[in-house]
């Protein structure tokens, strides 16, 4: 009987869960939150889900795995030294999990991106790693999640953990990682890029198994940039053993129920795209649309608890941006909205200016303005235009004090980080505020900005 695996990507977390049969039985690895994507997965197959494995307790989003073990009445197979409180299938490095004559699963030690983190090799005519946060396409999980004082620990860990699945395992052994799709818990910024790998292709490209040991270690640990807030939440959270996603929508708000949840200092989130938002919005929302990484930066900005509105052009906008926020664990929205900006308000409509890097330009030979780039550190350092104000959008609002007053052109590396600080540059006072919706590395240099790099610093 042939062994399939179903991928299953959730892309605005960088993140991939699987589904593996036999025809008959299934098991899943690292399933998200929302099961009912892999539930459907499992019925489309015809097969039933059997055992239910976790790599690591993921610092990234809530896990499905407790949930849908619990409805499936699967084994719930987690790393025995993890401490949780609830009941598991504890397992550790070398246990053999006999799932069924053709799934057998070895379970392999790869410490690293966590210190109980487990890899679990498909055995058989057609081997397959589950490696997790441990090897990942063309990098490794990142090994600063548990703290500054363990990093450097876990990063000598994590190269040890890739030595050891490339010297075990045969060249044509699929590597199925869980991060390295655009996750924040890769140690690089950027993956290769693949969507698919072996050891035998790792073993030609992977740092962790080209260079050696302490350039590795040097190599990963100064590459290392600012992770999502939200992070320090998720750990306590899958050690807990989640609730499943509660997707049922949520209570509908009209025009003065939004005013007074705005006036409350809550978060009205506008999922629109930036160009919609920038056409006409409801003054003091905040743009996060769903065509970028909606959560992830949402997650990251908003304080911890904050009640959340969604605006959205259709019920099924509103939906979707709630599947995305239960995935790290920010349930129940207070309410939404559906339509558009008169939908929302009787009142006069805020408008964001859009403009080019060529804009930009011709601009700043006319008169003074202040550019605002709201990268990452690491973005910064590679490229930056020569003068600009640099507050990573993570730190926005702690910085907002450092945004000097005046014209503020905001810019990012595409366009969608650069809308969500002009929103709330704008919440916060700002009079003059554009937006640069235009790509950074193909038209800042282009433009004639002077573009300098800085690698020292620390901004």
Not at 1 to 30: E, F, K, N, Q
Not at 75 to 81: E, S
Not at 204 to 232: C, F, M, Q, R, W
Not at 245 to 257: C, F, H, I, Q, V
Request: net charge negative.
């Amino acid at each position: 009987m042939t062994t399939t695996i179903v991928a299953i990507d959730t892309p605005s977390l960088g993140d991939r869960s699987y589904l593996v049969h036999d025809g008959r039985v299934a098991l899943v690895v690292d399933p998200q939150r929302d099961i009912d994507r892999v539930l459907a997965a499992a019925a489309e197959a015809g097969v039933r889900v059997t055992h239910v494995f976790e790599t690591h307790i993921h610092n990234d989003y809530v896990t499905g795995g407790f949930a849908l073990a619990q409805q499936t009445g699967a084994a719930y197979l987690v790393n025995a030294d993890d401490v949780v409180s609830f009941d598991r299938v504890p397992i550790r490095g070398g246990d053999l999990i006999e799932v069924s004559a053709e799934l057998r699963v070895r379970v392999v030690p790869t410490p690293g991106h966590t210190f109980t983190h487990l890899s679990y090799v498909l055995e058989g005519e057609h081997p397959a790693v589950f490696s997790g946060g441990s090897l990942l396409f063309g990098s490794t999980g990142r090994p600063d999640l548990l703290g500054p004082e363990h990093t450097r620990t876990l990063a000598h860990h994590q190269f040890a953990s890739a030595r050891a699945l490339a010297r075990e395992l045969p060249d044509d052994t699929a590597v199925m990682p869980t991060h390295g799709f655009g996750s924040f818990c890769s140690a690089t910024a950027t993956t290769s890029g693949a969507t698919g790998s072996t050891i035998g292709t790792e073993r030609l490209s992977n740092p962790a198994l080209t260079k050696g040991e302490e350039a590795y270690v040097a190599e990963i640990i100064g590459g290392l940039d600012a992770h999502p807030a939200y992070y320090v939440h998720m750990g306590p959270a899958n050690s807990r053993g989640p609730s499943g996603a509660d997707l049922s929508a949520p209570r509908r708000a009209d025009k003065a129920e939004l005013a007074r949840r705005l006036n409350a200092g809550e978060w009205l989130v506008d999922l629109r795209t930036r160009s919609a938002f920038a056409v006409g919005h409801v003054p003091g929302t905040f743009n996060f649309g769903l065509d970028g990484q909606f959560a992830t930066y949402l997650g990251w900005l908003i304080p911890w608890g904050t009640p959340v509105t969604l605006l959205g052009e259709s019920p099924s906008q509103v939906a979707e941006a709630q599947r995305e926020l239960v995935r790290i664990g920010i349930d129940a929205p207070s309410a939404a909205a559906t339509g558009g900006p008169r939908d929302w308000t009787d009142g006069p409509l805020g408008h964001l200016e859009r403009a080019t890097f060529a804009d930009l330009a011709q601009v700043r030979h006319h008169r003074r303005v202040t550019v605002l780039d709201v990268r990452r550190v690491s973005e910064w350092r590679e490229s930056h235009i020569d003068g600009a104000v640099h507050v990573p959008l993570h730190s926005l609002l702690e910085r907002l004090g450092d945004v000097p007053t005046g014209e503020v052109w905001v810019h990012c590396a595409a366009g969608y980080r650069a809308s969500i600080a002009a929103s709330f540059l704008i919440a916060n006072g700002h009079q003059r505020v554009v937006a640069v919706d235009d790509t950074f590395s193909e038209h800042a240099a282009d433009s004639g900005l002077a573009l300098v790099a800085e690698s020292s610093a620390t901004g």
